[in-house]
């Protein structure tokens, strides 16, 4: 939907395709935490595209706001801690200092009340999005400004001499001179008889949310055993599982017991309290720690944007700015080399 606002803000004429209730985005499921878990363990092509999205969200929470319920809090800008000691702690300085992201040690009681005494990071600009209602408020502008919603599934993308002609599950088809392929971990089914074969896999993610009163949980709180977000209401989302292989969105007992002893490790009161929601969703899962975006080799306007996997919320303002540019033949933003789809396909 980012491109699709990307396009249609060049005057473009734009159609979005989505099978809907059939396969469920993982962009409603996403916890919304706008970094990467632990950045400085990434590359610089996935922090290239990651590094300023609280302040890209902030852009589009201003732009969007009052559509669908958004308010300016759900973009909570209250900051993340990170558990880091010792090689962890001294990579963490380096990034923050090599990226120019604002970063101070402090304790986790200062975030959580009760918590056990650990070291960490406390990086003051990074926010979390309440990623559901920001998507309703892009669907209300999308259409507002003239995007098409199509809700059917793409069974066939079929390249032409220019952009492709897609089969819709409904039985009718579409051309379009330009086409964007990003269905999410549906992508490698559209992609193959293309002859591109990527290392992309669906990889299932569970989360939690547990309704207290505000003030509970100060900052995004990042372990290697999950992480808890705050939302401006008081709400505390607890995630996450991850179980590469599984493109099932249904939410499962093991997964619900293993982030309630997750968040009931970092904040103790949680054992006590009942979750208020449990959800599941399918990542776009890939081998690799960056996404691949770009033309799709051997077609002419056709591009795709795949392998997002555990950062496609963050990543999407940037991934999108990309796209647009590609698509529409302008200087990209960033050296597109780095995520090209080429030397992937068989
Ligand atoms: C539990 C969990 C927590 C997460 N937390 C975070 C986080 O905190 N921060 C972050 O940045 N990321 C997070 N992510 C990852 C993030 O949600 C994904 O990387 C991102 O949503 C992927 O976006 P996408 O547009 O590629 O795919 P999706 O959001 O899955 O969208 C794909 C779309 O394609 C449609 N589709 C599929 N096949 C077809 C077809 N054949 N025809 C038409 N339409 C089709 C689907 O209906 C869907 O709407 C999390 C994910 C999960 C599951």
């Not at 199509?150 to 993308?157: T, W």
Request: hydrophobic share 45%; aromatic share 6%; glycine share 10%.
């Amino acid at each position: 939907m980012l491109s699709a606002l990307n396009l249609s803000d060049r005057g473009l004429s734009v159609t979005v395709i989505d099978a809907g209730g059939q396969r469920p985005p993982a962009s409603w499921a996403g916890g919304g935490i706008l970094s990467p878990l632990f950045a400085w363990r990434y590359p610089d092509a996935m922090n290239r595209l990651t590094h300023d999205a609280t302040a890209r969200y902030r852009g589009l929470v201003d732009r969007l706001r009052g559509k669908a319920g958004l308010r300016a809090s759900d973009l909570n800008e209250s900051g993340l801690w990170a558990a880091a000691d010792g090689d962890e702690r001294r990579n963490a300085l380096r990034w923050a200092s090599a990226w120019g992201v604002s970063c101070q040690e402090a304790p986790l009681s200062r975030y959580l009340s009760e918590a056990p005494e650990r070291e960490g990071l406390w990086f003051p600009a990074i926010g979390n999005l309440r990623n559901p209602r920001l998507l309703k408020a892009l669907r209300v502008a999308l259409v507002a400004q003239g995007v098409k919603f199509v809700n059917a599934a793409v069974d066939a993308v079929r390249p032409g001499a220019v952009g492709a002609e897609l089969t819709l599950s409904r039985g009718d088809s579409l051309s379009a001179p330009r086409v964007l392929i990003c269905a999410g971990a549906w992508t490698p089914a559209l992609l193959a008889p293309l002859g591109v074969r990527l290392p992309l896999f669906p990889a299932k993610g569970e989360m939690l949310l547990y309704r207290l009163p505000p003030g509970r949980v100060r900052s995004i709180v990042l372990t290697d055993e999950g992480y808890l977000i705050p939302r401006a209401d008081g709400a505390v989302l607890a995630g996450s599982t991850l179980k590469a292989g599984d493109a099932s969105s249904y939410p499962t007992v093991t997964g619900r017991w293993a982030l309630q002893a997750m968040a009931a490790s970092l904040l103790p009161e949680l054992a006590a309290v009942t979750p208020s929601h449990h959800w599941a969703g399918v990542r776009p899962g890939s081998d690799r720690d960056w996404p691949y975006l770009g033309p799709v080799p051997g077609t002419r306007g056709v591009f795709a944007a795949a392998g997002l996997h555990r950062n496609g919320l963050v990543a999407a303002p940037a991934s999108a700015e990309l796209l647009v540019a590609l698509m529409c033949g302008e200087t990209p933003p960033l050296d597109p080399a780095d995520y090209s789809l080429s030397g992937a396909s068989s």
